[in-house]
């Protein structure tokens, strides 16, 4: 590879993660040509609704506020998400994963001392919700935007249309500057070493640069289908291969959450947007059929007898081996895809293309970091990976096989295993997943609240001879000061006007 920055740079595919790579490269090199391709024959896969606070990021980075974006994408905000009916275990019946805030520093060490406790048999409320300031604002419908003196950082994320976002972001592209092109790639031209240099669409004409961004999709035209990068699927870890999705009409409190609720062969999301519910039942297609499956959602949404039509997708569930290979960077789902439960496909785009943006510049534009890129952007995968799995085995559902299956399914990487022992046998869980670099793409903390939020407890038996625990600080001192924080945030409702 040549040590010059890129002068054309085509990005194939306009979905989300194409439109947002191209709007990362034009705001960070604004001297190079940057031409996106779509088919308008294929077209984007339309889901994608739920972000973590990632996508806050990547509006930040290329300076466009909510004001512009939200009301044009009929974005809401959203605390975290709620998991529901995941654990049969008493008390246990759900639990919400809250993004990270700042008050966490004063709430944590008191969840992982009661949960230290509880795991050893003390009868503590080691129950997550108890402990975050992210849960209670939820709880009372308040959105994450604090009133300006409020000291602490609190991270979120958001719910949008994902057509209206690739709308949105592909006009802010052309308007600083970078050309759309439609047509359908037919070829991929490559020197004799495998270099690319071109694509060929189906009215004949070609399309060079000298440098690609693969957005394609699950097609991965040029990253698995030119380049032949070879694809590690997750099939064994993660059964769901399939969903089917429907919308119905949005509350009149618009929840600031998504939530997850477990059905007989998956798990279906509710997202809040400003004018609709975005549903979808996620499955495995080992377990029923995408007519049951829609059955299931519709009874679930109560929509029965309701005409409103259902969308069916299949999923690739697995990633590349490679993200950046000679000319080209694999973003979105070209690149991979783990199912959504925590949402996470766009933080991995975003982070794929600024750390590809980083270790170029820092290689002076050669492939010098190629590979310590590939390992890194691999290791975000599968610590996401390892943390969705971790879901299936911590349910504590036993009424289907799905859900029995999943629970003694023996795929699950070391790393998983180890955290699940530590669990179990840790005098202090939080700083052994730190010492062991066990944490992944998520903190000890949210490992924790998924554990302890579906009751993965020993019985209470010890709490009879071991009452002298006391808990390191009073719960209703703890719940007054989130109650106290909670007082500077305002209505969810109220924020979207
Ligand atoms: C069921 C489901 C739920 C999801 N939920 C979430 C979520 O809550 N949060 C989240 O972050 N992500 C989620 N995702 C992932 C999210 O949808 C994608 O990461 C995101 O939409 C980006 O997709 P993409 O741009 O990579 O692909 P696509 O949207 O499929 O875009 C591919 C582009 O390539 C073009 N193309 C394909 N073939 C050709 C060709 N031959 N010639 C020219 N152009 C071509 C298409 O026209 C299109 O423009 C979900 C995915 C699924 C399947």
């Known amino acids: 590879m040549t040590n010059e920055k890129p002068k054309k740079i085509l990005v194939v595919g306009g979905g989300t993660a194409g439109w947002m790579a191209a709007n990362l490269i034009a705001s960070r090199w604004n001297d190079v040509d940057i031409c996106v391709l779509e088919s308008t024959e294929i077209g984007i896969i339309g889901v994608g609704e739920g972000s973590t606070p990632h996508l806050k990021f990547f509006f930040d980075a290329i300076n466009v506020t909510e004001s512009e974006w939200m009301p044009a994408c009929n974005a809401t905000y959203k ?87 690739g709308q949105f972001l592909a006009e802010k592209a052309v308007s600083r500057g970078v050309k759309r092109a439609f047509g359908t790639l037919t070829e991929v031209i490559q020197h004799s070493d495998g270099v690319l240099t071109g694509v060929r669409l189906d009215d004949d004409s070609v399309l060079e640069a000298d440098f690609f961004i693969d957005c394609s999709g699950f097609k991965s035209l040029l990253i698995q289908g030119a380049l032949r990068i070879s694809f590690n699927s997750f099939k064994e870890n993660l059964f769901n291969n399939a969903a089917v999705v429907m919308p119905s009409e949005i509350s009149e409190l618009i929840p600031p959450q998504t939530k997850s609720t477990a059905l007989s062969s998956g798990w279906a999301w509710k997202i809040p947007l400003t004018n609709r519910f975005g549903n979808g039942y996620v499955y495995s297609n080992d377990y029923i059929t995408p007519d049951q499956a829609e059955t299931e959602l519709r009874q679930h949404l109560g929509l029965i007898d309701s005409d409103v039509c259902a969308r069916h997708l299949r999923m690739k569930v697995g990633r590349a081996e490679k993200h950046w290979e000679k000319n080209c960077l694999a973003v979105g789902l070209s690149q991979g895809f783990i199912e959504p439960l925590e949402a996470t496909a766009l933080a991995l785009s975003y982070e794929t293309i600024t750390n590809f943006i980083k270790y170029y510049e820092d290689g002076h534009y050669s492939s010098k970091f190629e590979e310590i890129f590939n390992t890194e952007i691999n290791g975000k995968f599968d610590g996401v990976r390892d943390y969705i799995v971790c879901h299936y085995k911590a349910n504590q559902r036993k009424d289907t096989t799905y859900w029995r299956d999943n629970a003694v399914n023996t795929h699950v990487s070391d790393n998983l295993n180890k955290i699940l022992y530590l669990w179990r046998t840790s005098q202090d869980f939080a700083k052994d997943m730190h010492m062991h670099n066990l944490q992944g793409s998520y903190q000890a903390k949210s490992w924790a609240c998924l554990l302890a939020g579906y009751g993965v407890l020993p019985p209470l038996y010890l709490s009879a001879i071991k009452s002298y625990y006391k808990p390191q600080q009073d719960m209703d001192q703890l719940a007054d000061f989130i109650r106290r924080c909670g007082l500077n945030f305002r209505q969810h409702k109220e924020l979207l006007n």
């Open 79 to 165: 605390n975290g998400i709620s998991f529901v009916n995941w654990s049969s275990v008493p008390g246990f019946e759900s639990y919400f994963h809250p993004f990270a805030a700042q008050t966490d520093e004063f709430t944590v060490p008191t969840f992982f001392s009661n949960v230290r406790a509880r795991i050893q048999g003390h009868n503590i409320n080691a129950h997550p919700d108890n402990y975050f300031l992210e849960t209670y604002l939820t709880s009372q419908n308040l959105g994450p935007i604090p009133a300006e003196s409020f000291p602490f950082q609190i991270l979120y994320g958001y719910h949008f249309d994902a057509t209206l976002v």
